[in-house]
């Protein structure tokens, strides 16, 4: 009996942005749960500097060698002058298949990779150019939210050019009493401040112009319940269960450290015993945002439930984490779906995705010669 070809996928990690090692863990992550009867793997480790790394030097670092080790080594035997030098190592594996996109932030939840796997004319786990995009910008999701009737939290948008009229007082009046400051354009919390006086507002703003040009100011929901919400599927999403994230009442919120640095004092309630109404409305709300956004393959959409039971949704992540306390996959684990199964689902969808937009027809028509 022929043995069934195994289906080659390159796996690209790490980035330019903040996220740069959390992406390192979901990908070992994604690595070890991946049949290896069922793929033949290449790692592409993506520097701070934005250069991909080959899967030859990408394997030491993740065997343990210090990655900046391993960069110096490798930096000096490529040609910078080559405009295609920061890409170059993806052409020594022939013949990848798909390619599955473990970059958080910068590059790869932006419609970056996106772009170039396009251009290269393969398939891609997750969502496209557009939607990675839109998704990626809080502005813009808060924009097509609001457009289709889906709540969200009145904000208002810091920028340079505004900086001077956006005082406290205003922001204030506009958006609350409590303020959140967050980079448009970040994620995992980082550069998000909660101001509740004039001070914490220009400091945290100040911090916030580190990360983007584009600041939100954004209502503060008191106490509010964290709560997610993992989607799956292409034009037919499906809605996980739901889970719930408990913070430290030390914290004001689920910010970087407690997700990644020190999540002893966070405790997760999976599933959520919730109201079936309130439970209901939060999937229906998920997938609406998912379709609406033009969302591929998965999201992990977060809310923000009020006292009086009124849900807000906070963010949509298009290339959720799967580190050992990351909820996208641990959300389909008390649905009914294991790691390696989410994994091989993901890249059945990409495959699907990539076959769909093949259909589409370009007309080129020819002008006539002078």
């Known amino acids: 009996m022929e ?4 289906i080659h996928v390159g796996l690209l990690f790490g980035g330019n942005s903040s996220e740069h ?17 069922k793929y033949d793997i290449d790692l592409f480790l993506l520097t701070k500097d934005g250069i991909v790394l080959s899967d030859a030097a990408t394997r030491r670092v993740f065997d343990g060698e210090p990655e900046d080790d391993v960069v110096a080594e490798e930096m000096p035997k490529m040609d910078m002058s080559d405009p295609l030098a920061p890409i170059k190592n ?40 557009l939607a990675s995009a839109a998704s990626f910008d809080k502005d813009i999701t808060k924009q097509i939210l609001t457009h289709h009737h889906i709540q969200n939290t009145a904000y208002v948008v810091v920028t340079p050019e505004n900086r001077d009229q956006m005082t406290y007082a205003y922001l204030r009046e ?18 998000i401040h909660k101001a509740e006086n004039e001070q914490e507002y220009l400091d945290g703003l100040a911090d916030a112009f580190k990360y983007d040009f584009k600041i939100l100011v954004e209502q503060s929901i008191d106490n509010p319940r964290e709560v997610e919400c993992s989607i799956l ?19 004001t919120f689920y910010d970087y450290n407690n997700k990644f640095v020190d999540a002893s004092g966070v405790t997760f309630e999976l599933p959520v015993d919730l109201p ?10 998920s997938l609406g945002a998912f379709k ?55 890249i059945k969808l990409g495959f699907e995705e990539f076959a769909r937009q093949s259909k589409i027809h370009y007309d080129f028509v020819a002008l006539d010669a002078e």
């Open 3 to 6: 043995t069934q070809k195994k």
């Open 276 to 285: 079936a109404d309130l439970t209901k409305r939060i999937q229906e709300m």
């Open 233 to 251: 599927g292409n034009e037919d999403p499906q809605a996980s269960k739901l889970g719930a994230i408990d913070v430290p009442k030390t914290d």
């Open 21 to 37: 090692d959390v992406s390192k863990r979901s990908a070992h992550n994604i690595y070890d749960a991946m049949d290896k009867s």
């Open 90 to 129: 993806l052409a020594l594996a022939k013949d990848i298949d798909i390619f599955y996109p473990v970059v958080h932030g910068n590059l790869g939840e932006d419609g970056t990779l996106q772009g170039l796997f396009k251009l290269l004319k393969k398939p891609y786990v997750g969502s496209g150019v």
């Open 174 to 191: 506009k958006v609350g009493e409590h303020l959140f400051i967050k980079p448009a354009n970040q994620g995992s919390s980082v550069g």
């Open 292 to 346: 609406a956004l033009g969302l591929k393959g998965m999201a992990r959409v977060d809310f923000l439930v009020s006292e009086d039971g009124e849900p807000y949704l906070g963010e949509i992540n298009t290339l959720p984490g799967f580190t050992n306390i990351s909820l996208y996959p641990k959300l389909w684990e008390v649905s009914g779906i294991g790691y390696s199964e989410l994994i091989d689902r993901l």
